[in-house]
């Protein structure tokens, strides 16, 4: 098993950044990749960036390319999200994920998912 405890959330005016963090504990050696998914209100959750545990490849959503940059410190075990260039319609409740051989946009690839982190964009 692995646990993943989101941090980070807030309240942040259009054109802002937010940081957030993902801590991961338990079985972290079979972690093959660590993403995040976005959902907002009344909409399903979506793929928003990916990474890859041993080598830091990277995977983005079209909607935050450019905007957003996933990255990982393996010997903090923890995965971060910088989100730059805020907009309104990147309010949703943020989860961090980890997968053991999944890497890509598919929520059913990822084994492990953390409670969620609320991030809220004001225009």
């Known amino acids: 098993q692995v646990q993943l405890v989101e941090s980070g959330g807030g309240l942040m005016q259009a054109g802002g950044s937010l940081g957030l963090s993902c801590a991961a504990s338990?079985?972290?050696?079979?972690?093959?990749?660590m993403a995040w998914f976005r959902q907002a209100p009344g909409k399903e959750r979506e793929f928003v960036a990916a990474v890859t545990w041993s080598d830091g490849r990277t995977y983005y959503a079209d909607s935050v390319k450019g905007r957003f940059t996933i990255s990982r410190d393996n010997a903090k075990n923890t995965v971060y999200l910088q989100m730059n260039s805020l907009k309104p319609e990147d309010t949703a409740v943020y989860y961090c994920?980890?997968?053991?051989?999944?890497?890509?946009?598919?929520?059913?690839?990822?084994?492990?998912w953390g409670q969620g982190t609320q991030v809220t964009v004001s225009s």
């Open positions: 994920a980890a997968g053991d051989s999944y890497f890509g946009p598919a929520s059913r690839g990822y084994d492990y």
């Open positions: 338990g079985r972290t050696r079979s972690t093959y990749a």
